[in-house]
């Protein structure tokens, strides 16, 4: 093999090697685009579900802030009914009530200034109301002509304001509903999404593993094979040097009995002559 | 497949039958001989040996063993009313003892390689 070959083959092998780089590079890239984009879809829908959470607590309190508006008038009612003070109990828990919920729901609801506003004028509303049963427990007490007539106008007025807070609690309802509906199907599309994106991962994350797993294999089979032909011609090698070692010693141990042969024959000979030659010695 | 027989136990039942040359090595002295020049060489009962198909002729033939000097048995001919030394080389059989393959050489150095089949 020359040395330009073996610079050429080295080349060759240095470029392979960066060809495989290149292509392991571009792969982890792939694998981590997909994984950064199934991670933000993940947390997107833990986000949605969040914001699904807060929304069902905001109509739970809004619910709640209603039920316990009413129960401060059924209170109120009673009270100027049967001027039994037991029924200015609900009125008093009611508004206790009303204020840890307004705190709440206007805590949940500040990042959504549409919302602000409606709880903001709700409230504003509850505490008409409010004031309007005090007004109305005070008037209900006395029994004379012009506290009925102040009494049909303040009880007027406080129908209306009811009338107002169940429909702006009834808007705020529709909203956060519209908002739990638009999260579910923004987290079914979310979730869906992932689940494709964690699928393709998944898939390309098998093919690259079987990839290596041949890559491997084919390499290991190969030097298995390469290992066994060499012993095999290992072995092959050690029969035939013994067999040509046994037939070079059959060969050299019969040349010795040829020569050993001969040379016995030779003497019979040489004896044969001698015995000749003293016969004709003795005759002359 | 031929297998080699250990010259010591080489009997006159191994060289009893009819045996054609398959080679032979002539020596420089004698090549017009009966030994070189026969295609066949039957070696029969009661130590009767025919050479063929050369000059066709009649004789004797016997096996010794003489492993005092020589460790090969030794094949001594009468033909023509003269004796004639070899020893046996080589001697393979097949394990049917259908084939077989017979070296043997002269003290003229003369070599035959035999078959018998």
Redesign the interface.
Known sequence: MSTKTIIDAKQNTYKGRNYITIAALVIMCILLSFAILGYIKVRAVFTTNQKVINANRVLFLNQEINSQTKDVVIGTRGYVIAHDSSYIRPFTEGRKKIKIYFEEITNLTAADPEASTLINRLKKLVDDRITISFLIMEIGGKNDQKSTTAFKNVFSKANALMDDIRSTSQELQEKYEAIIKDSLLANESNLRNAMIIFIILFAFINVILFIIYRMFKIDITGRIKAESDLRNTNKNLETLVEARTQDLKRSYETLETKVTFRNLELEKLNKAYKEKIDQLEKRN | MLKPIELNNITEEHILGNWRVQSKILNRSDPESPFATAEEHHFLKDSIYKTLNGEDLLGKWVLFLETD????PLLKFTLKNQAV?T?I??LLYTDDKEHAQLTI?F?T?LELVLLKN
């Open positions: 000097i020589i460790k090969s030394n020893i080389t080589l050489y003290d150095g």
